[in-house]
């Protein structure tokens, strides 16, 4: 993104790989112990995106064709889904482990209740008497 705003400011705006590194990474690259293999990334992207269309080789780098907006909108829109379906998945994992505690919880009262019986109350037997009153 921060190469297409440059565009969007100067048309003519040029990229190569290590500006790429200096956008992303600050001029505090260069001290990384990876520098080769990140300079060697990006010059594959950079050649990779070349190949496909969307760059156009200039003076001292590479150059954004309008057709990198197609791409850029489809990656923003595949980034979205992948941001939903994981939102998504969280969302179930959640559900699914809620579920699993008041399963457990069910079945726990259900494993009390038969192991564990009541005691039914004891029946007393009490007898009335009946007295005749006379007048």
């Known amino acids: 993104m921060k190469v297409l705003a ?6 003519d705006y040029e990229t190569s790989e290590t500006d790429l590194l ?13 520098k080769t293999e990140l300079m060697t990334y990006y010059r594959l992207l950079l ?8 760059l156009n080789a200039g ?5 954004l064709n ?19 379906n994981y939102s998504n998945q969280r ?4 559900l699914t482990l ?6 457990g919880v069910q079945a726990g009262a259900a494993a009390y209740d038969a192991w564990w019986p ?12 009946t007295t005749k009153d006379s007048p």
Not at 22 to 34: C, I, S
Not at 91 to 94: K, N
Not at 118 to 129: D, G, M, N
């Open 6 to 11: 440059a565009t969007i400011e100067t048309r």
């Open 22 to 34: 200096t956008r992303f990474y600050t001029a505090r690259w260069v001290h990384r112990p990876n």
């Open 47 to 54: 050649e990779s995106l070349k190949a496909s269309g969307d």
């Open 59 to 63: 003076r001292h780098g590479m150059k």
């Open 66 to 84: 309008p057709k990198a907006l197609n791409t850029i909108a489809d990656f923003e829109l595949e980034d979205r889904r992948h941001h939903d």
């Open 91 to 94: 969302a179930i994992f959640w």
């Open 98 to 103: 809620v579920l699993i505690c008041v399963g």
């Open 118 to 129: 009541k005691p039914e109350p004891q029946k007393t037997s009490t007898v009335q008497t």
